[in-house]
């Protein structure tokens, strides 16, 4: 899965996976030049990043519920 993130101050933000088996992710995190004016860490992005993902799936999660609740009410 891919979702591009779409932040004037992130140059480039990617992952990889060494290993299926190995439960690891290498995060990069690259602060752009407009977050380095601004004085944004890379640590920064990271976590607003993570707070988004988390919102995401509460929603995802909540219109799963609803769609599986509703399948069993058929």
Not at 30 to 44: I, M
């Amino acid at each position: 899965q891919i979702m591009q993130y779409d932040e004037d101050e992130v140059a480039f933000c990617g992952y990889t996976v060494p290993h299926p088996s190995e439960a690891k992710v290498h995060l990069r995190v690259q602060v752009g030049e407009r977050g380095v004016v601004k004085g944004v860490t890379a640590v920064t992005l990271l976590r607003r990043a993570l707070a988004d993902l988390e919102r995401l799936y509460v929603t995802i999660r909540a219109e799963c519920g609803s769609a599986f609740a509703a399948h069993l009410r058929e």
